[in-house]
């Protein structure tokens, strides 16, 4: 048993019939494996449980998976890390964008570092492939609300941190 590989394969087939906002609809599997290649190969993180959970990252929040299919087929420990960078889509979005804010000092070492890895690929992903009906004041929202997620967060892992810094300079 190989869990980060049967962690691609299970978020593989949660997403399987969802698409990016980019001009090519790219496959939304892509996302999460983006997040898990920045941990990996730019932080040089090694941690299983970090890597499972960048992959599952968004499974909770934007498809039908439950909290208790996930402890079942991955354990607590990384359902618990989803749970914390999982939004609560019972809210309004402009009230879930103010608590990502107001939470992100205060949660695991763990989910902030694929908190970090989100914010970092999502803003790549504006620069070099955007959304399409984004606007550019849209894209400059976007990018200051990031950075006001990651200065709450900061002093987990520099050199992601730098790199996310390096992603923000190219602000729109
Ligand atoms: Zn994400």
Redesign the pocket.
């Known amino acids: 048993m190989n869990p980060l590989i049967k962690a691609i394969a299970f978020a593989a087939d949660k997403h399987r019939n969802q698409r990016r906002k980019d001009a090519e609809a790219s496959p939304y599997i892509n996302?999460?494996i983006a997040?898990a290649n920045v941990l990996a190969n730019e932080g040089n993180l090694s941690e299983e449980a970090v890597l499972i959970a960048a992959i599952l990252?968004?499974t909770i929040e934007d498809t039908e998976t439950t909290a208790d299919e996930l402890r079942q087929h991955f354990g607590n420990a990384i359902t618990t890390i989803v749970l914390e960078v999982t939004d609560d889509k019972l809210l309004e979005k402009a009230e879930r964008k103010r608590l990502q804010v107001e939470h992100a000092p205060h949660i695991s070492r763990e989910a902030k570092l694929v908190k970090l890895a989100?914010k970092i690929c999502?803003l790549r992903d504006i620069t070099t492939s955007p959304p399409t009906k984004w606007p550019l004041e849209r894209k400059q929202a976007y990018f200051d609300w990031a950075k006001a997620v990651v200065d709450g967060l900061r002093g987990v892992n520099p050199a992601l941190e730098y790199i996310f810094d390096g992603a923000f300079g190219r602000r729109p």
């Open positions: 996302h999460p997040l990252h968004d989100d999502n």
